[in-house]
């Protein structure tokens, strides 16, 4: 389905709520709320591992075996890595006809603790590689089967695990309500930080006193994650300057991983990949970056359905050598979901993941920006750039009870709909979702049904590695 076909239920600007509201309605009528509920896979299905192979054509193929190793881990690790099988699956399902900025792979450990520019400590999601303009309800689906993956891992039953799903949907669904409700600085200007993150987990999402204190520590630890505590794990110092440390084949410097270049021309190419980034940011943190100046390059291995595609970490010096500032620099390939919603309207795939991220993120990275590289190899690519780790605190889902997981849900939910009332018609999607449950239940039903089909695909990589057709390493966990 082409991009215009998705969008075409879009309102005009300037609509009335009126009329945005009618656009809604027309939607359900077109695409009931129950319909959400069905997954059933196309007799057509599209081999799962083909569309895993058809993504390790283009990375370093000695990492691809790292990606296979680490998906074969369990039926969630799988499911991290398999946001282009799930495109492909939500490509046949019912759509609502309204569209926002998407995530594209809006999985339950892509919602984070993270900082603002402020240096407030924030929740919100941290991952765009995916993302692009699609059906809102994509997002809402890839969520809520991620609850059911992880909630099946951890034990808990059928009545336990629709409860999650039915609860997160629903804080999405009144969020979109509240936020259709308001003006348009409004939505803008929501977030969700420290002290309210807090006020929720111990008010209205209940969670456990367990997962309170479980809250409290990640936030301490996400408040230490940061350039500092990145350069006393990963440097050592060299003839008395600080280098970046090798730990093969996750971590290895580009001097050591490319021998034959020259030394002198590798930091050229760096520096200049660095130059130019730094012109796409705003004028004031650029001069901020240009007060650095480059001390080491290292190729590191990240994520699950990331690893293999090329990520570059540099250590940045400032005032002295206990002044660092790592960036990361990865690729940005089409995302997983252009072939079923269009191609993106960025030429360069850096600033689309770059474009959605700002969109979508209540407040983003100072360093974030984007550029195109001429590899050694003679190709192209485009990258965007993040600092390596900036107060940035993920969820352990194995550590919490159902209570948790169901307050964690609720918080991804409320968070994804302010992510996409800033983009789609948040009158019209609220007005599709209505007052009642309709949708939530149908989401438990469709969630339950998806992690089925995750555990066959899970299964068919790891027939597939046994029978050798699919190589794969076991290595630390992301």
């Known amino acids: 389905m082409s991009q215009n076909a998705t969008t075409a239920m879009r309102a005009a600007p300037h609509t009335t709520p009126e009329d945005r509201v009618a656009l809604g309605k027309e939607a359900r009528r077109r695409s009931p709320r129950s319909g959400h509920a069905v997954y059933r896979p196309s007799p057509d299905r599209p081999d799962p591992l083909a569309i895993l192979e058809a993504q390790s054509a283009s990375r370093v193929p000695e990492l691809v075996p790292i990606r296979y190793g680490r998906m074969l881990e369990s039926p969630f690790r799988f499911y991290r890595g398999a946001a282009a099988i799930m495109a492909s699956d939500l490509a046949d399902s019912p759509r ?16 984070r603790l993270l900082a603002s520019p402020e240096r407030q400590l924030m929740f919100d999601i941290n991952d765009f590689d995916e993302t692009l303009p699609g059906p809102w309800e994509w997002d809402v689906k890839r969520l809520s089967a991620s609850l059911v993956i992880a909630g099946r891992a951890n034990g808990f039953d059928d009545a336990e695990r629709a409860r999650i799903v039915s609860a997160t949907v629903r804080s999405y669904r009144e969020a979109m309500i509240r936020f259709a409700g308001t003006g ?104 901020l970056l240009e007060d650095y100046r480059l001390a080491d390059v290292a190729r590191k291995v990240v994520g699950v359905g990331s690893v293999g595609t090329r ?46 991220q700002r969109l979508m993120q209540a407040t983003s ?86 992690a089925d089909q995750n555990e066959r695909d899970h299964q068919a990589l790891v027939d597939a590695v046994r029978a050798g057709r699919l190589p794969a390493e076991e290595l630390p966990a992301a």
Not at 96 to 111: E, K, V
């Open 96 to 111: 609502s006809g309204l569209t926002a900025q998407l995530c594209g792979d809006a999985h339950l450990l892509n919602f």
């Open 311 to 356: 990520c570059w970490i540099f250590l940045l010096l400032g005032r002295d050598d206990r002044d660092p500032l790592f960036l990361q620099a990865k690729e940005a390939d089409t995302s997983v979901l252009a072939a079923h919603v269009g191609v993106s309207r960025y030429r360069n795939q850096g600033e689309r993941v770059v474009s959605g």
């Open 184 to 287: 348009n600085l409004d939505v803008w200007y929501a977030k969700i930080d420290a002290d309210l993150l807090e006020t929720l987990a111990t008010g209205r999402l209940h969670a456990s006193k367990r997962g309170q204190k479980n809250l409290a520590r990640a936030m301490a630890k996400a408040r230490t994650r940061d350039s500092l505590q990145a350069f006393d794990k990963l440097t050592e110092t060299v003839d008395g300057r600080p280098r970046i440390a090798a730990d093969p084949p996750l971590l290895i410097p580009a001097g050591d991983l490319l021998p034959d270049v020259e030394r002198s021309a590798l930091e050229r190419q760096f520096r200049g990949l660095i130059e130019r980034y730094g012109r796409t940011l705003a004028s004031d943190r650029r001069t």
């Open 365 to 450: 990275d100072i360093f974030l920006g984007w550029e195109r590289v001429d590899g050694f190899d003679g190709k192209q690519r485009d990258f965007y750039v993040r600092q390596l780790r900036d107060w940035k605190g993920i969820a352990l889902p194995e550590r919490m009870r159902p209570k948790d997981m169901r307050a964690f849900g609720e918080l991804c939910g409320v968070t994804l709909a302010r992510a996409h009332a800033r983009s789609g018609d948040r009158i019209a999607i609220a007005t599709y979702l209505g007052g009642g449950d309709s949708f939530d239940r149908a989401l438990a039903t469709f969630a339950e049904a998806y």
